[in-house]
């Protein structure tokens, strides 16, 4: 049972992490819905790791091709190479949100926006935004010409997704989409922005509850991590082909009935 636990777990994580529907609203609710525990923030985040690993081999190539392209030192390419700025640039507001948040208010945090109440009511506060921004005229910005200033606002929304049930991939995508972005690109950032915050959150979450782990087996944990980087891959696969094509409307039709579904079971 904890090993069939830890890759349900897994998959739940990777399947609602890159489609736009709270992958930690996900794996709270599914798991009491199954009569499991509400695996809580810190595992829930370690999990994540999965997903990081699935972003860097899905977008290996792009990633290892930055070295071929310079003949520099590697290093000194990396602080020179624009995308890689741009996603420093639009890390920053979710790390000091985070930050904020773990240093001063940890217990009200979990207790209150972890409900099921808090859980609703912004799923379906998501789901019109999400509508709002399917519904904008297509863009041209796009990840060759963006500027910082776009990288960061996007980034600024992407803070948001501290709260369960907005949706780090969803509230991203959707803020790019309003502010100007083509489809395709608003994903694939979305999603390399991602991997600096589901690193730094589940590295934080990991430290601080060490000895939380410590108790927990270690070989149902990594058939937890597989389990989320093969429907990481999955997920990520699935949304860049199903959304360039199809915008967010079956998602905004999701959220609003998973919001609902939980408010009428309160």
Known sequence: MEYFKFILYGLIQGLTEFFPVSSTAHLKVVSLFLGMDDPGPSLSATIQFGSVLAIVWYFRNDIFNLRRKSSEKFLEYLLQERLLKSILIGTIPIVLLGGSIKLFAPYFFDNVFRSNLSIAL???LMAFFMYLADSTKRGSININNHNYSDSFLIGFFQAFAILPGVSRSGVTISSALISGWERGDAAKFSFLLGMPAISLAAIVEFISSYNEFSS??????????FS????????????????????????????????VVILLNL
């Open 228 to 259: 989320a980087f093969l429907s990481s891959l999955l997920a990520i696969d699935l949304l860049l082909k199903y959304f360039f094509s199809n915008g967010l409307k079956i998602f905004v039709i999701y959220r609003l009935i998973f919001g």
């Open 122 to 124: 912004v799923s379906i």
């Open 216 to 225: 927990l087996g270690f070989l149902p944990l990594v058939f937890g991590l």
